[in-house]
């Protein structure tokens, strides 16, 4: 079987080679980017906030944390997101999301791969929710692919159906902070066979694009009540502040 691979791969290759899954150009390896939007892609980093991993304008003491963290704290671990919100980071979201592009998943795992090295040795893996009418409309839940991804690449525990979404909610896109905190408020819950799970442990859930953080704090908020013992936030792409942006369109998804 394994003399056939070689072969067989060669022949899909050259009918169907690789794209840069930015804009579409012919790429020498699967789930690449070519080297515009490579260049293009703002991948964060330090210096970072220590609270929340907000990216700051220049090197700072360690422990340094951004005003916001420093005025009310967050519940969670830190927001680990690959890059910034932008065009090509944008297009991959909607991609994956609404375009069927399932593939596009492991790409995203990829980039966050990193991010764990700085977690403990056994974090669980749960991907924000969908509620069940939106799941039936899109067929998948983006977040559930990239952490499955990602539990593969590096054998990490998943568990998909931990959190459960109670209430279907309107799109967020266009509301408000304060209006998508109050739109999501209590509609996240652990699912009562996998309480015992979650206890103790330290979890990682994982998202597409993070905006505001009000779902995403939402499920932290229902991960810490089961009593996990600290919560770190995964996303692809972060919508920065305005004094940080960097080309970002001003429409992010919901």
């Given at each position: ?19 840069c ?28 906030c ?7 304008p ?20 830190g ?7 932008g ?6 979201a ?33 991907p924000v929710?969908?509620?069940?009418t ?11 692919l ?23 909610t ?30 103790g ?13 009000a779902?995403?704090d ?7 009540k ?10 692809w792409?972060?919508?920065?502040p305005?004094?940080?942006?960097l ?8």
């Open positions: 079987m394994q003399t056939l691979m070689g072969p067989l791969r060669s022949i899909i290759d050259f009918a169907l080679p690789p794209r899954a930015g804009c579409g150009v012919i790429t020498p390896d699967p789930d690449q980017f070519c080297a515009t939007c490579w260049q293009a892609l703002h991948f964060l980093g330090e210096p970072c220590e609270s929340c991993d907000l990216p700051l220049y090197a700072v003491a360690e422990g340094a944390q951004c005003a916001t963290c420093l005025a009310q704290p967050p519940r969670h671990n927001i680990k997101a690959a890059v910034a919100y065009p090509i980071s944008r297009e991959i909607l991609k994956l999301k609404h375009g069927g592009k399932i593939g596009l998943a492991r790409l995203v795992a990829q980039q966050l791969r990193r991010h764990l090295s700085a977690l403990p040795d056994s974090p669980l893996l749960v929710p969908l509620h069940w939106r799941l039936w409309r899109r067929r998948y839940n983006q977040s559930a990239i952490a499955a991804q990602l539990a593969q690449l590096s054998a990490a525990e998943h568990c998909p159906d931990l959190l459960v979404r109670t209430k279907a309107r799109s967020l896109g266009g509301l408000s902070a304060r209006e998508r905190a109050k739109m999501v408020k209590g509609v996240f819950a652990i699912r009562p066979k996998q309480q015992g799970r979650v206890r442990r330290s979890v990682v859930l994982v998202d597409d694009v993070y905006t505001s953080g779902t995403a939402a499920c932290v908020r229902a991960l810490l089961a009593g996990a013992a600290d919560v770190t936030i995964f996303c792409a972060r919508v920065l305005e004094a940080l942006e080309d970002i369109s001003p429409d992010p998804l919901s």
